[in-house]
């Protein structure tokens, strides 16, 4: 297991939401595994070592965590509303399908 001490901790879980937040559709398969597999490093760690550090160092590591939390479910989102967009496009040419199949007729 990796060991930080609270500045590498608190500063490493900051780059996790600023990789988060670069993600998009070019780099998402090459990125995201990297990514995910720090963010489980880091939840461990800070689940072991959160109580050690004094408040004011918990409060960071909260709002660090809280950035990680916004920036993946700005990924689920985005990643959901192309989904919603790719489901709308097929519905619409399988309107259009049927349209002409009626006017053959």
């Known amino acids: 297991m990796i060991q930080f001490d609270k500045k590498d901790l608190i500063t490493e879980l900051e780059k996790i939401a600023s990789e988060l937040n670069t993600l998009d559709g070019n780099n998402f398969d090459q990125k995201f595994p ?3 597999k720090k963010m489980c490093e880091m939840h461990e ?8 550090y004094s408040e004011a160092d918990q409060k960071k590591i909260s709002q660090a965590s809280k950035l990680i939390k916004e920036a993946f479910d700005n990924v689920l989102r985005k990643w959901m509303d192309r989904t919603e967009e790719v489901k709308n496009e097929l519905d619409l040419c399988m309107k259009q399908k049927k349209i002409l199949s009626y006017k053959r007729f």
């Open 34 to 36: 990297t990514i995910k």
């Open 45 to 52: 760690i800070t689940e072991r070592t959160y109580y050690l």
